[in-house]
């Protein structure tokens, strides 16, 4: 395939990218993998540079654009002490960095932020987290399910509990709502997405016959679900509300007993990570000498259990960011088998 029907393009959320696109990536995701576990060095992104523009912490993330550039012949810089945002507006760094790199990630924390620098970078902005949408995690997360869920992701029920509101709840719904998938949000009323944001969902279901619900009752939101999703209860930058947080969240730990109310032994655990499911972390510790919490939004138990797919998550974190990087930037034939 060349050129690819997606070349120049933003990353900027999942709103941007029809179901046949989200699919393409998916497939190339799997083919980069492919070439990846063959141990094959590539050189679809020979000669291209790309910036790291990062205002917010990130392990898999980071690590995904820089491995996955050098994979395919390419080299990342990291920006995270840059006069962006201090002493040169978001307009003018992006004029400035499209002059240097051919594509830009940006994390941070406001969506028109990433919006801007797409509108005036000229080469690929790609979205690496912002307050409102995770979208590269969706991609993986979709990944995943395809490779340990045996049916196609239109016949999958995904339930994503806690903070449905937060950037990774709000992408995996709007990726379900494209992909025709049963998504439920499971949640307390307080933390329900926006009335707005409902009526784009409500629109981009019934166009992909997809079956979006948003609940707050435990056993009929998970029973039959064959993912069970969750996240962080504050996520970066929201500390402050903490305390709230696991008042309202606290009876929708993802613990065995949530897991055995599914009625199905194979429904996958699944977390965008980092994960608060044990105290050994000085964020857990200082959780469990104010709360007296051992684990927040998963038990250990469940974390660990045979059905978490958690760190298959992360790894395709990898091909799924590769993906998006081929397929907006390299002009090189793509090969997907
Ligand atoms: N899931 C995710 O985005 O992880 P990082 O914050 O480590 O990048
Ligand atoms: N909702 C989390 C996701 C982390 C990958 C956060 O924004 O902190």
Redesign the pocket.
């Known amino acids: 395939m060349n050129p690819s029907p997606l070349i120049g393009k933003n990353f900027l959320s999942l709103h941007d990218f029809s179901a046949a696109e989200i699919d393409f990536l998916l497939a190339l995701s799997a083919a980069l993998k492919k070439k990846k576990i063959a141990q094959e060095k590539g050189n679809l992104l020979a000669g291209k540079s790309i910036a790291l523009l990062f205002e917010k912490d990130s392990t898999r993330t980071r690590s995904a654009f820089e491995v996955a550039v050098f994979d395919e012949g390419g080299q990342a810089c990291y920006l995270s002490d840059s006069h962006f945002g201090t002493k040169e507006s978001v307009e003018d760094t992006a004029k400035v960095l499209g002059r240097f790199y051919h594509g830009i990630a940006f994390r941070g924390f406001k969506q028109a932020t990433v919006e801007i620098l797409g509108k005036y970078a000229g080469v690929p902005v790609w979205n690496a987290?912002t307050d409102e949408f995770?979208p590269t995690?969706v991609l993986a997360d979709f990944l995943t399910i395809q490779e340990h869920v045996c049916k196609p992701l239109a016949a999958v029920k995904l339930v994503y509990v806690g903070d449905i509101r937060?950037?990774?709840g709000k992408s995996l719904m709007v990726g379900a709502a494209k992909m025709g998938m049963h998504f439920v949000g499971l949640g307390p009323r307080e933390l329900q997405v926006n009335q707005h944001f409902i009526q784009k969902i409500k629109e981009l279901s019934t166009l992909n016959n997809a079956k979006i619900e948003l609940l707050t009752e435990i056993g009929p939101a998970v029973l039959n679900a064959d993912v069970i999703y969750t996240?962080?209860w504050a996520?970066?930058g929201e500390e402050d509300e903490l305390a709230h947080r696991i008042k309202i969240l606290l009876p929708y730990q993802v613990t065995q007993k949530m897991m055995a109310l599914t009625a199905n032994k194979n429904t996958l655990f699944m977390h965008?990570l980092p994960a608060f499911h044990d105290i050994h972390t000085s964020f857990g510790k200082k959780i469990f000498d104010k709360y007296g919490l051992k684990f927040m939004e998963v038990s250990d138990e469940v974390f660990r259990n045979s059905v978490s797919r958690v760190f298959d998550q992360a790894e395709n974190r990898l091909h799924t960011i590769k993906a998006i990087m081929v397929a907006t930037m390299s002009t090189k034939e793509i090969i997907l088998s």
Do not use: A, K, R
């Open positions: 987290l995770h995690q937060n950037n990774v996240d962080i996520s970066m965008c």
